[in-house]
């Protein structure tokens, strides 16, 4: 039967098109039977599995593109298994066949610097996948070497020094935002479903439904201006534990215009270590990065880029994950403070940093180290500031080793074990002690442990009257974000 | 590069297409199963232009379905090492930029983009000439050289270059 005459895809600019092709074609078709042989010995595995195993070849058609010229090839070592039409190099021009042996000269020096799909990204040549470091958030199957890296940094950083930027690794959960599954949303919460704002356009909401993740999202207040103000500075990644799905989903709330990320958005699923973020997917010298997160030992390797954010907790799971037996923001229908909040505060920090590091350094950019003015920074926070603690520690423990006196020492302020009259604070969680009382007598400020907690976050000297010492011992039921 | 060849599948048939409509329920379900997809091969099946022939059905036993072999012409669509192709560029970053022709991926690394050209950050990265003259950004048009190209099942990637004569952007879509 001929079912070919009424193909109802038949149409004659197709029949035009295909005679053209096959006047074309068969100009080659000598060599037919070497080039299938060839063929068929050189088909990679890889291929063999991506091919479609019904779609045979009319062998007529399938070879007449390779063919004779394919066949000459058979002596010489394959460097490309896959490359059938590798004939065209013979075919081309004079002047192609020059550029063609140059290539091949150069593929002897090429290094291989990264891949893209499996091939070296500048001689084209097919190279071993598991070298070097994968790039998949910036595009699928592209891997870079660490020669690679450290040029691309190098050069990189020429361009951002030049525009007076530094880098900027930000954490998404508790630091710009907060979500919940919807299925751990408790009864006091269910307000809030009547108040997600569009996803239309997200650049003025703050509150998300993701129907697709089960998820209501969260941004933290203030982060909009943040991240507005910190792209002037910075150029900005954002690097999460989340999954990619997630992430990206993330980067289209808080950048709806794509003015912020361009691509630099990495998950979980990008890193190089299981439960720790890395520099290393990071194409900046780590000399230039600073990193906010709420999650230390996630740094482990690079506690001097990190500024620690306080975690900003807005939904009832996500307190209770953290072991705070108290009412969520959400749930008494409150929230950070927008304008001195944790992200406020932090970028006036980084703003600090930054003008330090371009306009107070003397020596030569590329000596500078972004590491270094964050030290500095910090310590301005509490110079001046002599501490003492009283009945903060256990008696046996080792008082420099407490975090909260490396935390204070960080501040800039000095600690110390022994009373004398130039202590200025004493942190006390009890008013009953020798200590305390000294600090009431001799007008001295008494203050609560959270005090340099939150001076930290806050990166300025807090209050002290916002953080008394009561007389029961407070472990209070104040949500730990509330104004 | 554009191929009109024959292939050849066995389509696999459920009973309830059978009757005076077999046919075309055949050439349909081929032209799903087939069209844009990819093979090593032959590359990107872009579209079925004819049916050259239906063998006789095969009864597959136990489930009533049938399986036809099809011989049917198709356009196929493979970027060969060397080729010159038109590309759309999808995305630009410190490395080089990546670029779209149809199914087909092309990343030119910043290896082969001519040295004459400089990244610039922001929120349109983009490589420019220093006299600012030409300027390759999101959604400009390139012609580029091919020199690796590799066939998954879904896509095809290539590596490209824009460091030889006659090519690189052909339209800006920022003049334009
Ligand atoms: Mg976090
Ligand atoms: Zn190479």
């Known amino acids: 039967m001929s079912l070919a005459a009424d193909s109802p895809v038949h149409s004659s600019s197709s029949d035009d098109f295909a005679a053209f092709l096959d006047g074309e074609l068969s100009s080659a078709s000598s060599a037919r039977e070497e080039a299938l042989d060839e063929d068929g010995q050189s088909s990679s595995p890889a291929n063999e599995e991506a091919e479609d195993e019904n779609a045979s070849c009319a062998p007529e058609e399938e070879d007449e593109d390779e063919g004779d010229l394919e066949s000459k090839r058979l002596k010489r070592p394959r460097m490309e298994q896959l490359e059938v039409a590798e004939c065209f190099e013979e075919s081309a021009t004079d002047e192609s066949l020059v550029h063609n042996s140059e290539a091949s000269t150069s593929k002897e020096i090429c290094t291989h610097p990264g891949s893209f799909g499996g091939m070296c990204i500048r001689c084209g040549q097919r190279v071993a996948e598991e070298s070097g470091v994968t790039f998949g958030y910036i595009h699928r199957g592209l891997r870079l070497g660490n020669d690679e890296i450290v040029r691309l940094r190098n050069t990189d950083m020429k361009n951002l020094l030049r525009h007076k930027k530094l880098y900027l690794v930000l954490d998404l959960d508790h630091t710009l935002l907060n979500s919940t599954q919807l299925n751990h949303m408790t009864a006091e919460e ?27 999202t969260k941004l933290r207040p203030f982060v909009r201006t943040f991240l507005q103000e910190a792209s002037q500075m910075f150029e900005m990644y954002i690097y999460t534990m989340g999954d990619r799905q997630y992430a990206l989903r993330m980067a289209d709330l808080l950048d709806p215009r794509k003015e912020y990320f361009n691509g630099r958005v990495i998950s979980r699923d990008d890193g190089t270590q299981r439960h720790q973020k890395g520099l290393d997917v990071v194409l900046g010298q780590e000399s230039a990065v600073l990193i906010l997160d709420d999650t230390e030992h996630a740094w482990a390797k690079h506690k001097d880029n990190l500024i620690l954010m306080e975690r900003y907790h807005f939904f009832a799971s996500s307190c209770h994950q953290f072991g705070f037996n108290c009412k969520s923001l959400s ?16 970028l006036k920090a980084l703003r600090k940093i930054h003008h330090t590091f371009f306009d107070e350094l003397e020596d030569s950019l590329d000596g500078r180290d972004v590491r270094q003015v964050l030290k500095t920074v910090r310590k301005d926070v509490l110079r001046g500031c002599k501490i003492i603690f009283s009945r903060v520690f256990p008696t046996q423990f080792q008082a420099d080793n407490h975090h909260l006196w490396k935390i204070a020492e960080h501040l800039g302020a000095t600690c110390t074990t022994e009373l004398d009259p130039s202590v200025t604070h004493v942190v006390s969680l009890e008013v009953g002690t020798d200590k305390s009382r000294w600090a009431v007598k001799h007008n001295k400020f008494l203050v609560h442990p959270r005090w340099i907690e939150a001076t930290n976050f806050f990166w300025q000297r807090q209050p002290e009257e916002n953080f008394p010492v009561s007389q029961q011992k407070n472990e209070g039921s104040v949500p730990p974000n509330a104004e | 590069m554009f191929f009109h060849i024959v292939l050849e599948r066995n389509m696999q048939l459920h009973p309830r297409h059978f009757g005076r409509n077999l046919r075309e329920n055949l050439v349909s379900k081929l032209m799903k199963d087939v069209e844009g997809t990819c093979s090593g091969r032959h590359g990107f099946v872009v579209a079925i232009t004819g049916i050259e022939s239906v063998g006789k059905g095969l009864i597959r036993d136990g489930t009533g379905f049938v399986t036809f072999p099809v011989k049917y012409q198709c356009v196929v669509f493979r970027p060969f090492k060397g080729e010159i192709l038109e590309a759309v560029v999808t995305m630009v970053n410190k490395m080089g930029f990546f670029a779209e022709a149809g199914p087909v991926q092309i990343f030119v690394s910043n290896h082969l983009i001519p040295d004459d050209m400089e990244f610039q950050s922001g929120d349109m990265p983009n490589y420019t000439t220093s006299d600012g003259s030409v300027k390759i950004q999101k959604d400009s048009e390139v012609r580029l050289k091919i020199i690796g190209t590799r066939v998954d099942a879904t896509v095809i990637f290539c590596i490209g270059t824009i460091k030889d004569d006659f090519l690189g952007v052909i339209n800006d879509p920022a003049t334009a």
Do not use: I, R
């Open chain 1, 190 to 216: 269910e307000y809030l479903w009547s108040q997600t704002d569009s996803l239309q356009d997200v650049s003025k909401g703050s509150l998300f439904m993701l129907n697709l993740l089960q998820m209501m």
């Open chain 1, 331 to 346: 749930e008494l229908k409150t929230d950070e403070n927008e304008s001195e909040g944790a992200l406020a505060c932090v």
